[in-house]
């Protein structure tokens, strides 16, 4: 992840929109010592530069991105898995015919009571000329990352409904007694970051209600303010009945307005629009929230830092009169 001074990146970057590959070297290197200008920069790296890496490597490409795709259900199951007790969480369900043929099969799959919710995972990461707008190549990303999900998650629904199937989970051939089920909720969820996805899903589904489609960010701050599995469906339950009635940038512009006003409209030809100033809660109370629990944990990385050496926080401040001051 780091450079030389002597670098030279981004010959080909022309607009705005252009892959810029600072972001995956955030770190200068010198003779004594490594520069980071951009310190959150780090952070995005660390999680974008693997998936380059193994992208330009033909012989392991394959295999890097069938783990990714596991890698990515299992890391949706540990969200969900704070949330949940004595629910069960099943990944990886093969819904099959009475004769055993298979219908679809569904990556991470919650039965509690009566009710039932589907999320379908996409590890597939959109390409550069859909970030920059190129309608072809955006369309198919979108129908790869999000469409075919929600095909995929809603195709057995009836026949659960109608008790006309059989839930496997794949690996361990256990059967799900999904007997009391009558409601049915289903979300799709990309792995990288996609802050367009609900303008675009808004769009794409302007004629039906609209799936619930977020990143796997959305769900790391959606189940730490919805708290239990009974909320969490309601709010996917609700929120896709007003998918075209209330109208946000974002899926947190959503959750905000859930939690301190509700889903509630009288007429169905009523409009809201979410301010951004509901999503820019997040900003401010679930990051304190990360720095007071991490605090300690970041002192104990820093604590070999020189104290009249600049803080690593990037504030400009020596350290001794910055992150080192408890």
Known sequence: MSINLDTVLNQDFNDMGDLNFFRLYPVIKTESRYIIPIPYLLAEALYDNPFYWMKDDDSYKNIAFKNRGESAVKIVKHFLSTILTDERIYENVDVSERKGKLITDL????????????VQVKSKRLTQLSKQGKIVNFEEDFKKAIVEANNQAKRPIKSILDRECSLVVSETGERIDYSQIDDIQTMCLVLDSYPA????????FDKE?????????DLEVLVKYLKNFNTLFDYIKKRELVSHNYISENELGFLSFYLKEGFNFTQKEEIIFIDNSYSQYFDDDYYKFLVRNDF???ISLIKNIGRNDFCICGSGKKAKRCCLIR
């Open 209 to 217: 209600l609209s799936p619930i489609a977020i990143s796997v960010f």
């Open 197 to 204: 996805v609900t303008t675009h899903t808004r769009m794409h």
């Open 296 to 298: 300690d944990k970041y």
């Open 107 to 118: 990556d991470v799959c919650i039965v509690k009571d009566n009710k039932m919710l589907v």
